[in-house]
């Protein structure tokens, strides 16, 4: 928002530097970010007459002048506008000045024409937009005398940067009132003098609202034998200042009146108006309209329009059409404004990628009850400048019930508000700052007081807003600050954060690389993984990628291996500890899942030449070692049904009844959709959320056991269907002196049945208190040999 001093002036007293006005402004939250002091960069630069005009010698672009700017000999300036001829008056920016820019004129020569200064534009003298040629003036332009003086280019022009919440700063009105409240000032309000026809508005147009959800009130006057024109001087420079260029006066003053009021306005030629109708209603799809910016649009979304009793005559709130807009036959017109709901301002401006000042400031919001004030001001300015008759009682159509948003009561706890703020204000001061703002005090009870906020301030909807309009007013430099009393000790770590760097740290010790992947997965995981889980979907995603919250870590870590072995890397062991997302009852559940991935096969080295492929049992190694060091041992493996796993080569781990994981190789299914080719993918998924109230970091003193131990090896043929694991436990359970019992080669071959399976155990024997003798191992013995023969039909292998 561009804001003029000069301008502003009009509207409330300013005594202050422009540096202290800078401060002022960003101190009370509409930040400062540009200042531009106008005639500042201006000096040596004068106003002179072309005396002498030739075409350049060398050049059909360019042409040679001398130009008199009042001293003892007129100068010669080599020029490339296409738009002066001789005897104009233009504006000469003379050897030594220094432009906007800091650009230095200095002699040159031009295609080996010496050039003595520069003839200017506006936007080479930074008081204008428009470079298409340079600054013609009027004939009775005093030549010699200073541009700036001229112009009367003395102004200073404060860019702010206004906030969404605050729609009303994109106002002169709206920033002369805070300043007002800051310097306890009053604001100077337009004063409005209408001389109305006897003629009704409503004898030559009418007006209905169809579409009453997006347009909550609309207000039309009507004002005839207006002449289309230029608008005067001060109109030009108050439009100039907004950088928009000046069109004609009916136009100008629209616009003068938005940026007055913060109130888009749009003029109609009322007899371009077919039947003398006004709707606003839905676009019709395929409706057609061609709009101010030369841009023919296909309405196609059921759009909100401003209509004639056949067409389209505006995008209403954000652009007028050609087919009614004024120029220089214009002879009556009809001023429209109306209060717009912002979404649907929004969501159309979006939808055509149109942006202008009447839609920035409808999807902001304006204030509904000020509609009628603004339409007088504008229908005032327009006689002042174009001459005309205004038509009496102006049509103005309301929806029902839309006053109730205009203002908000709200109860202010005194008390919190002090709180708040970090000082102790007394009420009389409170109620200067409040009122000061426009906002009304409705009830005083106590510390309580009740407020009612002024219509142009949507923002105040709660306490809170209050707090903030009094701090802001009553200046945050007078607060003392207080260092705060606060307890510095640290506090204790989350426990699911804790549980998640434990277990990175035990992964990475035991040999395994973390990857880090987006929360994100793409819908077409759905098809390739069995997820059974209720799943999260982005309203607004990234990207199709990225299309769902992943309830599980396994498609991403399927796309890591895929993507490395496509880049020759073979030796992949990763894992990652992150949460997964479902749905649950009313907020998402995020339990803490951690997923070892193995593929490929170790690097060959000195001690592992062969470089054999990874496997269960390599991935067996890594999950015992993880549940270990996190103290987890009792657990027991069962053979997994879960469908993303090989079904022969797969398990789950279990505590009791708790399921806390599955591990085992990926289904060669959803490896082949994956396309990872050659390679057999294992993967271990553990939900950490689940396993954690089984943690224990308890650690218990065994002492060295002092006895020697006994190993003994048996080769069993056993039924290929025999679960061994469970073999295994029975085996251990009958007898107090098997210390530990592995499997070290199972043998399925032509030596022995085609339905039996050798199965090779170690058992290491050994007693606490002493040493073995050869009767008690012989028992242990026999009673292993009489579970195995009972219980699993198996027999030692001849």
């Given at each position: 928002?561009?804001?003029?001093?000069?301008?502003?002036?009009?509207?409330?007293?300013?005594?202050?530097?422009?540096?202290?006005?800078?401060?002022?402004?960003?101190?009370?939250?509409?930040?400062?970010?540009?200042?531009?002091?106008?005639?500042?960069?201006?000096?040596?630069?004068?106003?002179?007459?072309?005396?002498?005009?030739?075409?350049?010698?060398?050049?059909?672009?360019?042409?040679?002048?001398?130009?008199?700017?009042?001293?003892?000999?007129?100068?010669?300036?080599?020029?490339?506008?296409?738009?002066?001829?001789?005897?104009?008056?233009?504006?000469?920016?003379?050897?030594?000045?220094?432009?906007?820019?800091?650009?230095?004129?200095?002699?040159?020569?031009?295609?080996?024409?010496?050039?003595?200064?520069?003839?200017?534009?506006?936007?080479?003298?930074?008081?204008?937009?428009?470079?298409?040629?340079?600054?013609?003036?009027?004939?009775?332009?005093?030549?010699?005398?200073?541009?700036?003086?001229?112009?009367?280019?003395?102004?200073?022009?404060?860019?702010?940067?206004?906030?969404?919440?605050?729609?009303?700063?994109?106002?002169?009105?709206?920033?002369?009132?805070?300043?007002?409240?800051?310097?306890?000032?009053?604001?100077?309000?337009?004063?409005?003098?209408?001389?109305?026809?006897?003629?009704?508005?409503?004898?030559?147009?009418?007006?209905?609202?169809?579409?009453?959800?997006?347009?909550?009130?609309?207000?039309?006057?009507?004002?005839?034998?207006?002449?289309?024109?230029?608008?005067?001087?001060?109109?030009?420079?108050?439009?100039?200042?907004?950088?928009?260029?000046?069109?004609?006066?009916?136009?100008?003053?629209?616009?003068?009146?938005?940026?007055?009021?913060?109130?888009?306005?749009?003029?109609?030629?009322?007899?371009?108006?077919?039947?003398?109708?006004?709707?606003?209603?839905?676009?019709?799809?395929?409706?057609?309209?061609?709009?101010?910016?030369?841009?023919?649009?296909?309405?196609?979304?059921?759009?909100?329009?401003?209509?004639?009793?056949?067409?389209?005559?505006?995008?209403?709130?954000?652009?007028?059409?050609?087919?009614?807009?004024?120029?220089?036959?214009?002879?009556?017109?009809?001023?429209?404004?109306?209060?717009?709901?912002?979404?649907?301002?929004?969501?159309?401006?979006?939808?055509?990628?149109?942006?202008?000042?009447?839609?920035?400031?409808?999807?902001?919001?304006?204030?509904?009850?000020?509609?009628?004030?603004?339409?007088?001001?504008?229908?005032?300015?327009?006689?002042?400048?174009?001459?005309?008759?205004?038509?009496?009682?102006?049509?103005?159509?309301?929806?029902?019930?839309?006053?109730?948003?205009?203002?908000?009561?709200?109860?202010?706890?005194?008390?919190?508000?002090?709180?708040?703020?970090?000082?102790?204000?007394?009420?009389?001061?409170?109620?200067?700052?409040?009122?000061?703002?426009?906002?009304?005090?409705?009830?005083?009870?106590?510390?309580?007081?009740?407020?009612?906020?002024?219509?142009?301030?949507?923002?105040?909807?709660?306490?809170?807003?209050?707090?903030?309009?009094?701090?802001?007013?009553?200046?945050?430099?007078?607060?003392?600050?207080?260092?705060?009393?606060?307890?510095?000790?640290?506090?204790?770590?989350?426990?699911?954060?804790?549980?998640?760097?434990?277990?990175?740290?035990?992964?990475?010790?035991?040999?395994?690389?973390?990857?880090?992947?987006?929360?994100?997965?793409s819908n077409k995981a759905l098809k390739i993984l069995n997820i059974k889980e209720k799943t999260i979907e982005l309203k607004n995603p990234l990207s199709e990628d990225m299309s769902l919250m992943r309830p599980n870590l396994i498609y991403s870590?399927?796309?890591?291996?895929?993507?490395?072995?496509?880049?020759?890397?073979?030796?992949?062991?990763?894992?990652?500890?992150?949460?997964?997302?479902?749905?649950?009852?009313?907020?998402?559940?995020?339990?803490?899942?951690?997923?070892?991935?193995?593929?490929?096969?170790?690097?060959?080295?000195?001690?592992?030449?062969?470089?054999?492929?990874?496997?269960?049992?390599?991935?067996?190694?890594?999950?015992?070692?993880?549940?270990?060091?996190?103290?987890?041992?009792k657990y027991t493996l069962e053979i997994s049904n879960d469908t993303n796993f090989h079904p022969g080569r797969s398990a789950d781990i279990k505590i009791g009844k708790d399921l806390i994981g599955t591990f085992g190789q990926i289904h060669p299914?959803?490896?082949?959709?994956?396309?990872?080719?050659?390679?057999?993918?294992?993967?271990?998924?553990?939900?950490?959320?689940?396993?954690?109230?089984?943690?224990?970091?308890?650690?218990?003193?065994?002492?060295?056991?002092?006895?020697?131990?006994?190993?003994?090896?048996?080769?069993?043929?056993?039924?290929?269907?025999?679960?061994?694991?469970?073999?295994?436990?029975?085996?251990?359970?009958?007898?107090?002196?098997?210390e530990k019992i592995e499997i070290f080669d199972i043998y399925k071959g032509d030596k022995i049945a085609p339905d039996k399976m050798s199965v090779a155990i170690a058992m290491i024997l050994r007693s606490k208190d002493k040493t073995l003798d050869?009767?008690?191992?012989?028992?242990?013995?026999?009673?292993?040999?009489?579970?195995?023969?009972?219980?699993?039909?198996?027999?030692?292998?001849?």
């Amino acid at each position: 928002m561009l804001i003029s001093l000069n301008w502003l002036k009009q509207y409330v007293e300013i005594k202050e530097s422009v540096e202290e006005l800078k401060n002022t402004l960003t101190m009370i939250g509409q930040e400062v970010e540009a200042v531009n002091e106008l005639g500042k960069n201006l000096e040596n630069v004068v106003i002179g007459k072309i005396v002498q005009y030739e075409k350049h010698p060398k050049s059909d672009k360019m042409s040679v002048l001398l130009v008199d700017v009042g001293d003892e000999a007129p100068l010669q300036i080599v020029c490339g506008a296409p738009n002066h001829q001789f005897a104009d008056k233009v504006v000469v920016a003379k050897i030594g000045a220094v432009l906007p820019g800091d650009f230095k004129i200095k002699k040159a020569k031009k295609r080996d024409v010496e050039s003595q200064g520069m003839v200017c534009s506006e936007t080479e003298l930074n008081v204008g937009n428009d470079s298409s040629g340079v600054i013609i003036l009027p004939e009775n332009a005093p030549i010699g005398e200073e541009y700036r003086k001229y112009a009367k280019i003395d102004d200073v022009i404060f860019e702010l940067e206004i906030t969404p919440n605050r729609p009303d700063c994109l106002s002169y009105l709206g920033i002369a009132r805070e300043i007002a409240a800051y310097y306890k000032r009053k604001v100077k309000y337009p004063v409005v003098i209408l001389n109305e026809t006897i003629n009704q508005t409503s004898t030559i147009m009418s007006v209905k609202i169809e579409d009453d959800e997006r347009c909550k009130r609309y207000f039309g006057m009507a004002i005839r034998n207006i002449t289309i024109g230029e608008s005067p001087e001060w109109l030009k420079t108050r439009i100039k200042s907004m950088g928009l260029n000046p069109i004609n006066n009916i136009v100008d003053v629209t616009n003068f009146v938005m940026f007055e009021y913060n109130q888009p306005l749009h003029a109609f030629d009322s007899d371009r108006i077919e039947k003398n109708q006004i709707i606003i209603r839905a676009a019709e799809k395929g409706e057609k309209i061609l709009t101010l910016d030369g841009v023919e649009r296909e309405l196609k979304n059921g759009e909100l329009v401003i209509a004639d009793g056949i067409k389209p005559l505006a995008l209403a709130g954000i652009i007028g059409g050609e087919s009614s807009k004024i120029d220089d036959a214009t002879k009556n017109i009809f001023l429209e404004i109306a209060y717009f709901e912002p979404e649907n301002i929004r969501h159309t401006a979006k939808f055509h990628g149109v942006s202008t000042d009447s839609s920035y400031r409808n999807e902001r919001g304006i204030d509904i009850e000020a509609i009628e004030a603004v339409a007088q001001r504008a229908a005032s300015l327009i006689v002042e400048v174009a001459g005309g008759e205004i038509l009496s009682e102006p049509i103005d159509k309301r929806v029902k019930n839309s006053e109730k948003t205009s203002q908000t009561e709200i109860s202010v706890d005194l008390k919190i508000l002090n709180k708040f703020i970090g000082k102790t204000l007394e009420y009389d001061i409170v109620a200067k700052i409040i009122t000061s703002l426009g906002i009304v005090i409705k009830n005083i009870d106590q510390n309580k007081i009740t407020v009612i906020s002024p219509t142009y301030r949507s923002d105040l909807v709660c306490e809170a807003d209050i707090y903030e309009e009094v701090v802001r007013m009553y200046g945050f430099e007078n607060i003392e600050p207080h260092m705060p009393m606060e307890n510095i000790e640290s506090g204790t770590t989350d426990p699911v954060i804790a549980l998640g760097d434990l277990s990175k740290k035990i992964l990475r010790e035991i040999g395994l690389n973390e990857v880090i992947n987006y929360s994100f997965i793409s819908n077409k995981a759905l098809k390739i993984l069995n997820i059974k889980e209720k799943t999260i979907e982005l309203k607004n995603p990234l990207s199709e990628d990225m299309s769902l919250m992943r309830p599980n870590l396994i498609y991403s870590l399927l796309c890591n291996v895929r993507d490395n072995l496509n880049r020759n890397f073979t030796d992949l062991r990763f894992f990652e500890v992150s949460k997964v997302y479902t749905t649950g009852m009313e907020l998402a559940n995020e339990p803490l899942n951690a997923i070892i991935t193995l593929a490929g096969r170790p690097e060959r080295n000195l001690w592992e030449p062969k470089g054999e492929s990874y496997d269960f049992y390599k991935l067996k190694g890594y999950v015992s070692a993880f549940l270990e060091s996190l103290g987890i041992k009792k657990y027991t493996l069962e053979i997994s049904n879960d469908t993303n796993f090989h079904p022969g080569r797969s398990a789950d781990i279990k505590i009791g009844k708790d399921l806390i994981g599955t591990f085992g190789q990926i289904h060669p299914e959803i490896t082949e959709k994956m396309e990872i080719k050659k390679e057999e993918v294992y993967i271990a998924n553990i939900n950490l959320e689940k396993s954690s109230k089984f943690i224990s970091n308890k650690i218990k003193y065994t002492s060295l056991i002092k006895y020697p131990e006994v190993t003994r090896d048996l080769a069993i043929v056993l039924d290929k269907g025999v679960l061994i694991g469970d073999m295994l436990k029975d085996i251990k359970k009958s007898s107090n002196y098997i210390e530990k019992i592995e499997i070290f080669d199972i043998y399925k071959g032509d030596k022995i049945a085609p339905d039996k399976m050798s199965v090779a155990i170690a058992m290491i024997l050994r007693s606490k208190d002493k040493t073995l003798d050869e009767k008690e191992i012989n028992n242990t013995m026999e009673n292993v040999l009489k579970v195995i023969g009972k219980n699993y039909n198996g027999e030692i292998r001849q």
